[in-house]
Structure formats: structure tokens, C-alpha cells
């Protein structure tokens, strides 16, 4: 399973890149806003700031919410490195938009999907990746790992070569869950990834590692 993570944080991207374990990056106009970049140009700038730490695709969202628009934010966004790939919503335009890219060599990750229907439907349009929220779900009551395995399905059913990239990952079991499953890609936050590192019998086990080495060795 490939990891992305799911921020616009230099700092961040740079800490789980030196881990050595990162494959991309997912951004979004919330993460953007967070880190305080604003206006068009910053945030182009930006984009290729986080190419130049990571070795992996890069999504990067359009704003815009009509056809037109979404192609001429969204070739703007695929010029500045070949890693971009533009992130388009799962809306009437957004398809269309997705379907165009896909005609015109450009990768799409299609976002904001919370339903088997429109996961079929980004399949259908082309999408290199299709993002399901899983989170977002969980928090109304939903089985956002659940849409999961529904996507695997009817993915495997017709051999869609989109990616299902789990998003809005909130804890270590939606990744491990992911991984079970067979999500193609899991997004989620730095303290997520990290969070798979602990376990408490390691450090029992390290400390008394070190203390018997110490005690032949002091
Ligand atoms: C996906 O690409 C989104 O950026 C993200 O995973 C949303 O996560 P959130 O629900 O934690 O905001």
C-alpha cells in the first residue's frame, strides 16, 4: 500500500519523507489555508515546493466548480511538474472535467466521494485515484471502511485501473483496516503514520535490551 500524507506542511512532508517511507502527498484549499498560503501564485508556488521534497504524485485541488474552469486551473496545475496530479471534486462538472484530463494525458484524483455510485462513476471518467473519506463518514454514523471494501469490489469486478486512495484518515486502525482491505493508497496525517510505530512491549523490550548490554559492558 502506497502512503501519502495528507498535509500542505513543509516541516511535516520533509519529516515523513526523511522516514523514508513516503510516496506522495494529498493537499486540499483547507490544508493550503491552514499553512497560511494564499493567492493563486503562492499557492502554485507551493505545489512545486512539495514536488521538490517528495519523490511521488502530488495532488493539488481546483477551486473552480464549472467545466470550463476546472481545465484551465487544472492544465495550469499539471504544467508546473509532472508529479501534480489535479484534484477535482465528485460533481456533475467535475466528471466531465475528469473524463477531459484523462482524454489529454493529465491524472486526476477525484475527491470528495462518499458513495459506491460515485466511486463508479470517477472510474468510469478516467480517474487515476479516487479518494473516499473515510473519516468523514465515521464521524455521521457511517462505515466510512465499509465504502472501502464495497470500491475494492467493484473495482476488482471490472478491473478498473483507478487507484482507491483512502482519505480522511484519522487514526493507525483505519490504516492498518486499509491495508487489510487492499486499498491501493491510504492519505492521512503525519501523527496517523507515526502512530503505527508504537507499540508498548517495544520500548519494555529495548529498555531491557540496554540495560543488560550495560551491565556486562559498563
Ligand atoms: C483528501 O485528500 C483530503 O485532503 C483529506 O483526507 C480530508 O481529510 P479530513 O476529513 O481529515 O479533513
Known amino acids: 500500500m502506497k502512503f501519502f500524507i495528507d498535509t500542505a506542511n513543509l516541516d511535516q512532508i520533509r519529516e515523513a ?66 508529479n501534480i496530479v489535479v484534484k477535482v471534486p465528485m460533481i456533475k462538472d467535475g466528471v466531465k472535467a475528469i473524463k477531459y484530463f484523462t482524454d489529454n494525458g493529465i491524472r486526476t484524483n477525484c475527491t470528495l466521494v462518499f458513495s459506491a455510485g460515485q466511486a463508479l462513476l470517477a472510474a468510469k471518467a478516467g480517474a487515476s485515484y479516487v479518494s473516499p ?26 478491473m478498473y485501473d483507478t487507484e482507491i486512495l483512502a482519505a480522511s484518515v484519522r487514526h493507525p486502525m483505519h490504516i492498518i483496516e486499509c491495508a487489510e482491505i487492499g486499498a491501493d493508497v491510504m492519505t492521512g496525517p503525519l501523527s496517523a503514520i507515526l502512530a503505527l510505530l508504537k507499540h508498548p512491549l517495544t520500548d519494555i523490550g529495548l529498555e531491557k535490551f540496554l540495560a543488560d548490554y550495560q551491565k556486562v559492558n559498563a
Open 17 to 82: 519523507e526523511d522516514l523514508g517511507i513516503l510516496d506522495g502527498v494529498t493537499t486540499n484549499p483547507s490544508l493550503m489555508a491552514k499553512e497560511g498560503i494564499s493567492g493563486e501564485s503562492n499557492i502554485l508556488k507551493h505545489y512545486v515546493d512539495i514536488c521538490e521534497i517528495v519523490d511521488g504524485d502530488v495532488s493539488a485541488e481546483v477551486i473552480s466548480t464549472n467545466y470550463a474552469d476546472m481545465i484551465i486551473e487544472g492544465e495550469k496545475m499539471a504544467e508546473l511538474h509532472e
Open 133 to 158: 473519506f473515510i473519516g468523514r463518514l465515521d464521524d455521521v454514523s457511517t462505515d466510512g471502511m465499509g465504502l472501502i471494501n464495497q470500491i475494492r469490489e467493484i473495482y476488482d469486478n471490472y
